[in-house]
Nanobody, 118 residues
Framework: VQLQASGGGLVQSGGSLRLSCAASGRTSSSYMMGWFRQAPGKEREFVASITTRDGNTYMSDSAKGRFTISRDVAVKTVYLQMNSLKPEDTAVYYC????????????WGQGTQVTVSS
């Protein structure tokens, strides 16, 4: 399984970005895909996830109300729509794929940088 994240960039506070994560390879066993982020000097944190089959979503408190996660099963892509961005959202965003409901993410993308200027 390979994951390719894209869509990061530089945006002003209050702006929006949409991240994409395209999966390839043997993805038939995918249970869930998620987005994580890591800011400089901080630990990686969960942002959002979505189950592959049912589309059930889970959001972190920091993402609720501002971010939306969605998927397009036909093209094996997961999206993270980020609105009302804040400088504290600045981080490298990673997508990941889990094979089971225990959210054990076995595959990770390379990360895409999101920078929000004040």
């Amino acid at each position: 399984v390979q994951l390719q994240a894209s869509g990061g960039g530089l945006v002003q506070s209050g702006g929006s970005l949409r991240l994409s994560c395209a999966a390839s390879g043997r993805t038939s066993s995918s249970y869930m895909m998620g987005w994580f982020r890591q800011a400089p000097g901080k630990e990686r944190e969960f942002v959002a996830s979505i189950t592959t089959r049912d589309g059930n979503t889970y959001m972190s408190d920091s993402a609720k109300g501002r971010f939306t996660i969605s998927r397009d099963v036909a093209v094996k892509t997961v999206y993270l729509q980020m609105n009302s961005l804040k400088p504290e959202d600045t981080a490298v965003y990673y997508c990941a794929l889990a094979l089971n409901s225990r959210a054990q993410y076995a595959y990770w993308g390379q990360g895409t940088q999101v920078t929000v200027s004040s």
